[in-house]
């Protein structure tokens, strides 16, 4: 994340603890939001690959829409618990 920064972070749901703090804290270090709505096969079959633990998308027109809709799926989610 250093070179290049991301505009997004997909971090999977079962990501290992050590990991996912080390993940978030960069994130937040870099100002780069996340989101944690996937385990990591569903995070890999939403880019069609095998499971994955995180999944950076680059700074474009992409990412305000994104952001959005992952909201409302936080929405829809926490208000289900």
Do not use: H, W
């Amino acid at each position: 994340m250093k070179d290049r920064l991301p505009g997004f972070l997909f971090i999977a749901s079962d990501i290992s603890a050590d990991i996912g703090q080390k993940v978030k804290t960069q994130a937040e270090r870099n100002g780069v939001e996340y989101c944690t709505l996937f385990d990591k096969e569903k995070l890999g079959a939403l880019i069609g690959k095998e499971m994955r633990v995180v999944v950076a998308i680059q700074v474009g027109g992409f990412i305000g829409p994104l952001k959005q809709e992952t909201a409302k799926l936080r929405n829809f989610f926490e208000e289900g618990r």
